[in-house]
């Protein structure tokens, strides 16, 4: 069992930064990969950025060069640094955890980019 919590969204003017934190119930050193998808009213939750446990990570095209997740081994916690921002980077934005052969996701954090 995985227990995540995100933390670390708001409201921000487009070319504003923000950064989420994910902080895990375990090292997430024992966890297969990491990442954070959002998600907009009437559509289907799509990946953002995601990172596995060696430290592979991956974007969704949109936020490349704009997007950097990392990690805190120390505080079990994963980050997500959004720069750029841009109003159609609004949505609600979700931690997720693989842990054998289990998925498991957070609360969700809101993300609005005023333009």
């Known amino acids: 069992q995985v227990q995540l919590v995100e933390s670390g969204g708001g409201l921000v003017q487009a070319g504003g930064s923000l950064r989420l934190s994910c902080a895990a119930s375990?090292?997430?050193?024992?966890?297969?990969?990491m990442g954070w998808y959002r998600q907009v009213p009437g559509k289907q939750r799509e990946l953002v950025a995601s990172?596995?446990?060696?430290?592979?990570?991956n974007y969704e095209g949109s936020v490349k060069g704009r997007f950097t997740i990392d990690r805190d081994y120390a505080r079990d916690t994963v980050y997500l640094q959004m720069n750029s921002l841009q109003p159609e980077d609004t949505a609600v934005y979700y931690c997720?955890?693989?842990?054998?052969?289990?998925?498991?996701w957070g609360q969700g954090t809101q993300v609005t980019v005023s333009s």
């Open positions: 375990r090292s997430i050193r024992s966890l297969n990969i």
């Open positions: 990172i596995t446990s060696g430290g592979n990570t």
């Open positions: 997720n955890a693989r842990f054998r052969y289990n998925s498991y």
